[in-house]
């Protein structure tokens, strides 16, 4: 109890944990609708793809010495409409595709990076996450994404849902199946943006889909999988910051930690359950 009331004595005190409280949160709500799309679609592969190439933006900004986090936004989103029109329309195999563009865009971002002049330290942060980091110009940034998140989530419910569940009935009633797909694809690649300022690159895709892997298991419904996945990543979010700051550990990997920790402990529960009932 003492731990908790000098850590919120702490939060009041300094802004930088205000922000990255904020950050969490934003975060949180992306990752929670776009990684129950990723799961239900089983794009975990795919949106991989897409969070490694990402990091041809991290490089390509510090070779312009531009904002790291648009430069590599407006990367990713290109990166994720090349994988998305080569995967549906192209004759290379999926995996083919997604395995030759991760390859690709880390190659490119270690180029840039070589070729920039001086020394990068902020460039780990993109990598294993930094949230304790987030300025006042990154929520913005990320507020905007939430927004656009949401917003064409909300607009384009059914044609999602429906493609998610049953994709043949989809296209036999007339859905632009392969354009929905291309769309959910670049709001995947902003989720994974913003969760790549929580935990980095290495780890963003564990953020991406444990929380939906969680809230898969209370219900079937994709509406309440995003609202669980969201509540989950949260929580997980604030917990694992929380005990990162206490013991001074690496934010990202704490919170993945403890995302998986409760994911494991969800199942071990779930798989109790039905014993007991026997009994």
Do not use: K
Request: overall charge neutral; glycine content about 10%; aromatic content about 8%.
């Amino acid at each position: 109890m003492e731990t908790v009331l000098h850590l919120i004595r702490d939060i009041a005190a300094h802004e930088f944990l205000q922000r990255a409280l904020i950050a969490g949160a934003l975060v949180s709500l992306a990752g929670g609708i776009m990684g129950t799309l990723v799961v239900v679609n089983r794009l975990v592969f795919l949106a991989g793809g897409i969070a490694h190439a990402a990091f041809g933006g991290v490089g390509l900004a510090s070779l312009l010495r531009l904002p790291v986090l648009p430069v590599t936004a407006l990367f990713t989103l290109a990166a994720a409409g090349v994988m998305g029109r080569l995967a549906l329309w192209g004759q290379v195999r999926n995996d083919t595709i997604i395995g030759a563009l991760w390859a690709v865009g880390m190659g490119f971002g270690v180029i840039c990076i070589e070729l920039s002049p001086g020394y990068h330290p902020d460039l780990m942060g993109y990598l294993f996450g930094s949230i304790l980091a987030v300025s006042r110009a990154d929520l913005w940034l990320l507020a905007l994404m939430d927004l656009l998140i949401v917003a064409s989530v909300a607009g384009y419910a059914e044609e999602l849902i429906i493609v998610s569940c049953d994709e043949e009935y989809a296209r036999v009633v007339g859905l632009p199946v392969d354009w929905i797909r291309v769309g959910m694809l670049l709001l995947v690649s902003l989720a994974i943006i913003m969760l790549v300022r929580v935990v980095g690159l290495i780890m963003v895709i564990a953020l991406l889909t444990i929380p939906a892997a969680a809230a898969e298991r209370f219900t079937r419904s994709i509406r309440r999988m995003m609202a669980y996945a969201t509540l989950y990543g949260l929580a997980c979010t604030l917990t694992g910051l929380g005990i990162s700051f206490v013991f001074d550990l690496a934010s990202g990997a704490v919170i993945v930690m403890t995302a998986a920790a409760g994911y494991l402990l969800l199942m071990a529960g779930r798989r109790l359950r039905p014993d007991r009932g026997a009994a």
